[in-house]
C-alpha cells in the first residue's frame, strides 16, 4: 500500500513538473502581430485633462492593443483590464512639469517633428511582465526608437532640464493590468532583461 502512495506521489510531482514546463513554454513562445499594425504611429500631444502618464505620446492603430491583449489572455486565462487607448509616452507629465521653461504643447509638437517623431515607425522588440506585491501585475509591449532617444536628448540640453532626460528611456505600451491604475507604474525602470517573450512582426 505505501509504495502504491509513493508511485502515485511521484507521479504527481512528474506531471505537475510537466504542467509547469508546458505553461512557461507557453508564456515565453513569441507574440506574432501582422505588419500592418506597427506601420502607421501618430505623434499627439495631450492636455492636462487628457488620460495617460505622457504628455507627448506615439499613438499605432488600436487594434494592436486589442490584438496583444487577446493573446496576453489566451496564454494566462487572468482576468485584466486593458487601457482605454494604447499609445508609447515619449515624455512624461512628471518630466514635462520639471522643465524649468516649459515650452507650449504646440512648441513641444514642433521640437518633436524637428527630432523625426511625426515620421517615427518604433520597432517592436518584446511583451515583458511586472510584478508588485501583493498581487499587481503589468503586461507591456516594448519598442525601440532612436528618434524618441534624440528627442529627449535635445530637451535635456534646456535650461533647468533633468538630466535624466538625456538618459535610456523604455518606450512602453502598456496592455494589460490587474487594475485599471495604469499611471501608477510610471516612471519605468526595466530592460531588454525583463521581456518574457518576443514580439515578432509577419
Not at 535610456?168 to 495604469?182: K, Y
Amino acid at each position: 500500500m505505501l509504495r502504491k502512495f509513493g508511485i502515485i506521489a511521484v507521479l504527481g510531482v512528474v506531471l505537475g513538473w510537466l504542467f509547469w514546463q508546458s505553461v512557461q513554454g507557453s508564456l515565453s513562445a513569441p507574440y506574432v502581430i501582422d505588419r500592418g499594425l506597427v506601420t502607421e504611429w501618430e505623434l499627439v500631444p495631450r492636455g492636462s485633462m487628457q488620460p495617460g502618464v505622457g504628455v507627448l505620446v506615439l499613438q499605432p492603430t488600436d487594434l494592436l492593443r486589442a490584438e496583444l491583449f487577446q493573446q496576453i489572455f489566451g496564454r494566462t486565462m487572468e482576468s485584466m483590464t486593458s487601457p482605454a487607448v494604447a499609445a508609447i509616452p515619449v515624455l512624461l507629465r512628471s518630466e514635462y512639469q520639471s522643465l524649468q521653461e516649459q515650452p507650449s504643447l504646440v512648441e513641444l509638437e514642433a521640437m518633436a517633428q524637428a527630432a523625426g517623431l511625426d515620421r517615427a515607425s518604433p520597432t517592436p522588440i518584446c511583451i515583458g511582465h511586472l510584478r508588485r506585491p501583493p498581487t499587481q501585475q503589468l503586461y507591456y509591449a516594448l519598442f525601440s526608437e532612436p528618434a524618441v532617444d534624440q528627442f529627449r536628448y535635445g530637451l535635456s540640453q534646456r535650461e533647468g532640464s533633468s538630466p535624466s532626460l538625456a538618459e535610456p528611456f523604455p518606450l512602453v505600451i502598456p496592455l494589460a493590468a490587474s487594475d485599471g491604475n495604469f499611471a501608477s507604474w510610471w516612471p519605468l525602470e526595466i530592460t531588454e532583461a525583463d521581456c518574457q517573450a518576443p514580439l515578432d512582426v509577419q
